[in-house]
Protein backbone atom coordinates (compact mmCIF):
# COMPACT_ATOMS: atom_id res chain seq x y z
CA UNK A 1 0.00 0.00 0.00
CA UNK A 2 3.07 2.26 0.77
CA UNK A 3 6.96 2.32 -0.31
CA UNK A 4 9.41 4.26 1.62
CA UNK A 5 12.75 4.88 1.10
CA UNK A 6 15.13 6.59 2.73
CA UNK A 7 18.63 8.14 1.52
CA UNK A 8 21.34 10.71 2.30
CA UNK A 9 22.55 8.83 5.65
CA UNK A 10 26.48 9.20 5.91
CA UNK A 11 29.36 9.55 8.60
CA UNK A 12 30.17 13.31 9.46
CA UNK A 13 31.84 14.52 12.74
CA UNK A 14 30.77 15.73 15.84
CA UNK A 15 29.22 19.12 15.53
CA UNK A 16 28.54 18.26 11.51
CA UNK A 17 24.91 18.26 10.07
CA UNK A 18 23.53 15.60 7.65
CA UNK A 19 19.99 15.83 5.82
CA UNK A 20 17.72 12.32 5.63
CA UNK A 21 15.17 12.41 3.15
CA UNK A 22 12.72 9.79 2.56
CA UNK A 23 10.61 8.70 -0.49
CA UNK A 24 6.61 7.72 -0.52
CA UNK A 25 5.58 5.78 -3.14
CA UNK A 26 1.91 3.82 -3.60
CA UNK A 27 -1.29 5.56 -1.96
CA UNK A 28 0.46 8.37 -0.23
CA UNK A 29 -2.74 9.95 0.18
CA UNK A 30 -3.58 7.68 3.27
CA UNK A 31 -0.89 8.54 5.42
CA UNK A 32 -1.34 10.01 8.44
CA UNK A 33 1.60 9.89 10.03
CA UNK A 34 5.32 9.99 9.08
CA UNK A 35 8.31 9.54 11.21
CA UNK A 36 12.04 8.89 11.91
CA UNK A 37 12.81 6.13 14.30
CA UNK A 38 16.54 4.77 15.27
CA UNK A 39 18.21 1.75 16.79
CA UNK A 40 21.96 1.73 17.71
CA UNK A 41 23.74 -1.71 18.39
CA UNK A 42 21.82 -3.36 21.57
CA UNK A 43 19.51 -0.96 21.68
CA UNK A 44 15.52 -0.87 20.86
CA UNK A 45 14.65 0.93 18.58
CA UNK A 46 13.38 4.28 19.06
CA UNK A 47 11.37 7.84 17.74
CA UNK A 48 13.11 10.31 17.37
CA UNK A 49 10.60 12.88 15.71
CA UNK A 50 7.19 12.46 13.96
CA UNK A 51 4.10 14.41 12.41
CA UNK A 52 0.74 14.06 11.59
CA UNK A 53 -1.37 15.32 9.15
CA UNK A 54 -2.71 18.33 11.09
CA UNK A 55 0.50 19.84 11.44
CA UNK A 56 1.44 18.30 14.82
CA UNK A 57 5.21 17.69 15.29
CA UNK A 58 6.52 15.66 17.81
CA UNK A 59 10.32 15.19 18.75
CA UNK A 60 12.25 12.93 21.05
CA UNK A 61 14.07 15.06 23.79
CA UNK A 62 17.31 14.23 22.91
CA UNK A 63 17.09 15.69 19.46
CA UNK A 64 14.83 19.10 20.23
CA UNK A 65 16.17 21.62 19.26
CA UNK A 66 18.40 20.19 16.92
CA UNK A 67 16.88 18.05 14.23
CA UNK A 68 13.73 19.20 12.08
CA UNK A 69 11.22 16.96 10.63
CA UNK A 70 9.17 18.25 7.80
CA UNK A 71 7.55 17.56 4.24
CA UNK A 72 8.95 18.33 1.22
CA UNK A 73 7.12 20.77 -0.53
CA UNK A 74 7.52 20.03 -3.93
CA UNK A 75 7.67 16.54 -3.75
CA UNK A 76 6.19 13.01 -2.22
CA UNK A 77 9.22 12.94 0.83
CA UNK A 78 9.60 13.90 3.95
CA UNK A 79 13.02 14.89 5.56
CA UNK A 80 15.08 15.04 8.40
CA UNK A 81 17.29 17.76 9.36
CA UNK A 82 19.87 17.05 11.73
CA UNK A 83 22.40 19.74 13.44
CA UNK A 84 24.54 19.90 15.79
CA UNK A 85 25.50 15.77 15.30
CA UNK A 86 27.09 13.90 18.78
CA UNK A 87 27.95 10.39 18.92
CA UNK A 88 24.87 9.33 20.46
CA UNK A 89 23.44 9.90 17.10
CA UNK A 90 24.73 7.17 15.67
CA UNK A 91 22.84 4.54 14.51
CA UNK A 92 20.17 2.89 11.48
CA UNK A 93 17.88 5.56 11.11
CA UNK A 94 14.03 4.54 9.55
CA UNK A 95 11.85 5.86 7.69
CA UNK A 96 8.20 5.22 9.20
CA UNK A 97 4.31 5.92 8.08
CA UNK A 98 0.97 4.95 9.43
CA UNK A 99 -2.61 5.56 8.11
CA UNK A 100 -4.37 5.78 11.61
CA UNK A 101 -1.83 6.63 14.57
CA UNK A 102 0.77 8.89 15.47
CA UNK A 103 3.54 8.85 18.35
CA UNK A 104 6.82 7.97 19.43
CA UNK A 105 6.31 5.81 21.96
CA UNK A 106 7.05 2.77 19.89
CA UNK A 107 7.17 1.52 16.36
CA UNK A 108 4.31 -0.28 17.06
CA UNK A 109 2.30 2.50 15.96
CA UNK A 110 3.68 1.97 12.38
CA UNK A 111 2.79 -0.32 9.56
CA UNK A 112 4.97 0.88 7.16
CA UNK A 113 8.77 0.78 7.24
CA UNK A 114 11.57 1.79 4.90
CA UNK A 115 15.30 -0.24 4.94
CA UNK A 116 17.07 2.30 6.74
CA UNK A 117 19.57 4.14 6.15
CA UNK A 118 23.50 4.44 8.71
CA UNK A 119 23.96 7.46 10.16
CA UNK A 120 27.43 7.35 12.29
CA UNK A 121 28.76 10.11 13.67
CA UNK A 122 32.76 10.43 14.30
CA UNK A 123 35.46 12.58 16.92
Known amino acids: LVQLAESGGGSVQVGGSLRLSCEVSGVSDLIYCMGWFRQSPGREREGVAAFDRNGATFYADSVKGRFTIAKHTHKN ?19 AADLVRCGLESESLFNYWGQGTQVTISS
Do not use: V
Not at 77 to 95: H, P, R
Open 77 to 95: AMYLQMDSLNSEDTAIYYC
